[in-house]
């Protein structure tokens, strides 16, 4: 038997890791999602993902060139663990 779908819950919130916010933003514009959505974290530092729980997360451009790129993989196991 298939699970019901729970119509009345947010959808999941999308944690973005991009290169720089150029490429965030044409993320979201591919996507269809409006930048300053509820929907969409750009992961601008590890301290922007706090608070968050379950977030999905999509890697953009030049993600995997960041500094602080270990800093923010570890926030987003804290918060996807732990919320």
């Given at each position: 038997?298939?699970?019901?779908?729970?119509?009345?819950?947010?959808?999941q919130r999308v944690a973005?890791?991009?290169?720089?916010?150029?490429?965030?933003?044409?993320?979201?514009?591919?996507?269809?999602?409006?930048?300053?959505s509820p929907q969409v974290?750009?992961?601008?530092?590890?301290?922007?993902?706090?608070?968050?729980?379950?977030?999905?997360?999509?890697?953009?451009?030049?993600?995997?060139?960041?500094?602080?790129?270990?800093?923010?993989?570890?926030?987003?196991?804290?918060?996807?663990?732990?919320?």
């Amino acid at each position: 038997m298939p699970a019901i779908k729970d119509e009345t819950q947010a959808p999941q919130r999308v944690a973005v890791i991009a290169g720089n916010y150029r490429q965030f933003t044409g993320w979201c514009r591919d996507q269809g999602i409006h930048p300053h959505s509820p929907q969409v974290i750009y992961a601008a530092s590890p301290s922007r993902l706090r608070g968050y729980s379950d977030l999905k997360v999509e890697r953009v451009g030049t993600w995997h060139e960041r500094d602080d790129l270990r800093e923010i993989e570890e926030e987003l196991r804290i918060v996807n663990r732990f919320g």
